[in-house]
């Protein structure tokens, strides 16, 4: 399949407006979410909560995502992806965005992406890449699969080279997604830094607001949406909802915010150790970047300094 023509320049017509899928309908800039369980379905939900912002229709197999740059999906083309955008109440003013979280780390999808929207702007999620990986291991238990259930965490990131081929792959997908500075570098020989956000996983989760009112100012939103009122954390989900009426609020499905038991120390202090280079890696581009530092990132590399 080749690579597909941006929609901003190859105009397509429906139902008697121009579609050009996420992206705005002047500018042609969109987000991209990206980040296994770091906050990405939240951003999602809260974005989409913005009255000049739209998310794409779900797709019955995938949901939320789309996950057309990253597997067989974009070999179905450009005309099966337009058809999971709305038309535009208002083609000047309205934003569209897709979120699909196993982008950021395929290695297709940069250059895919740019060829069909180089001027896209690309939103990621990073949390401290040890969590990222537990957070995968614990989804692949809830969700029955075979080497997560049979293995603790620490056999399967420490699997030696005679485990079974299912079980690298089970320990690839914890520990290379966190390999963030490789991934990001991929992105920016496609599109320039100007164009990518980094959003603190750490400050989503306990300051929304103050990311969201970044993310709009990123994408060029107008007018800025008050999160500050439209949010509210909800004591009993511990995380922050929606606000409604009546003190109520809506909150993400119960698969979000799953409870599990911490991470044992011996996988934090293999995977702090596994992580150690790439995360200095990570603060050096960050620097050259000009992008502030995570907390998490901060802290890892302080551990790193007393060690």
Partial sequence: FPQAKHPCSEERQLGGALLQPLCTFTACDTSSFSRFFAGTTAVHFFLSMHPAVTSNF????????IQFFNGPNYHKGIDWYMEFFPIPSNASTDFMFEKSANYFDA??????????LPRAKIITILINPAD???????????????????????????????????????????????????????WLAYYPSGQILIVDGQELRHSPASVMENIQRFLGITPLFNYTQALKF?????FWCQGLDGGKTKCLGRSKGRKYPDMDTSSRMFLADFYREHNIELSKLLNKLGQPLPT????????????
């Fill in 296 to 307: 998490w990132l901060r802290e890892e590399l302080q551990n790193s300094s007393w060690s």
């Fill in 132 to 186: 990222r990986a537990y957070s995968w291991y614990q989804h692949q238990r809830a969700h029955n699969d075979p080497m997560a259930l049979n293995y603790t965490f620490y056999q399967v990131i420490s699997v030696g080279s005679q485990a079974p081929p299912e079980l690298h792959n089970l320990r690839s997908r914890c520990l290379s997604p966190g390999l963030y500075a490789t991934h990001l570098e991929r």
């Fill in 107 to 116: 290695e297709a999808v940069p250059k895919r992406s740019a060829a069909l």
């Fill in 234 to 238: 909800d004591e009993a989900k511990g």
């Fill in 58 to 65: 779900p797709s019955p197999s995938t949901y939320e995502e």
